[in-house]
T-cell receptor
Framework: QKEVEQNSGPLSVPEGAIASLNCTYS??????FFWYRQYSGKSPELIMS????GDKEDGRFTAQLNKASQYVSLLIRDSQPSDSATYLC?????????FGSGTKLNVKP | GAVVSQHPSWVICKSGTSVKIECRSL??????MFWYRQFPKQSLMLMAT?????????EQGVEKDKFLINHASLTLSTLTVTSAHPEDSSFYIC???????????FGPGTRLTVL
């Protein structure tokens, strides 16, 4: 079992729609949770971090964490073609840091 | 804030030569830096974790004698690919974790092509 699981996609949404990206993790002791965006041929860029249960909003992005279900999600409102990228979920526990394999998002104009 | 640089951004070398890649945290101190490799259309693969002043911890299957890592200061880590071969051609990305924080911030990556 992988430490962090993500659906590889691609997830296709029309421009202006809400994109919902999901991630599950196996280590119940995980403390910190992150979403990175990686454009093709580029390195990952941190877009959200969340540490406690509930929602955290930043602009068009909302991260949701449910530790009981070991589930993290990222919602992107008013999706734009420029949001088309691979989204990596990452989970950290002390010095261990695990990435999911990423979900590819395509936003169609 | 939290800017990480890598140099060079791309390099082409002949088989059998060594290549050094530098990773610098520009506006923060990083006790821990990470080195990843990514092949086209594949996931990030962690190669090693380096802590300032101590030996790097390599992931299973990564040859420590081939991929030499030096984390000499709180702002600089280097990866040297020794005796590079065409199969080492890849996108090498470093990341740094600011002291006292959990996030990793990535450098822009180095594209290595071995002829």
């Amino acid at each position: 079992q992988k430490e962090v699981e993500q659906n590889s996609g691609p997830l296709s949404v029309p421009e202006g729609a809400i994109a919902s990206l999901n991630c599950t993790y196996s280590d119940r002791g995980s403390q910190s949770f992150f979403w990175y965006r990686q454009y093709s041929g580029k390195s990952p860029e941190l877009i959200m971090s969340i540490y406690s249960n509930g929602d955290k909003e930043d602009g068009r992005f909302t991260a949701q964490l449910n530790k009981a279900s070991q589930y993290v999600s990222l919602l992107i409102r008013d999706s734009q073609p420029s949001d088309s990228a691979t989204y990596l979920c990452a989970v950290a526990n002390f010095n261990k840091f695990y990435f999911g394999s990423g979900t590819k998002l395509n936003v169609k104009p | 804030g939290a800017v990480v640089s890598q140099h060079p951004s791309w390099v082409i070398c002949k088989s059998g030569t060594s290549v050094k890649i530098e990773c610098r945290s520009l506006d923060f101190q990083a006790t821990t830096m990470f080195w990843y490799r990514q092949f086209p259309k594949q996931s990030l693969m962690l190669m090693a974790t380096s802590n300032e002043g101590s030996k790097a911890t390599y992931e299973q299957g990564v040859e420590k004698d081939k991929f030499l890592i030096n984390h000499a200061s709180l702002t600089l880590s280097t990866l040297t690919v020794t005796s590079a071969h065409p199969e080492d051609s890849s996108f090498y990305i470093c990341s740094a974790r600011p002291s006292g924080r959990h996030e990793q911030f990535f450098g822009p990556g180095t594209r290595l092509t071995v002829l």
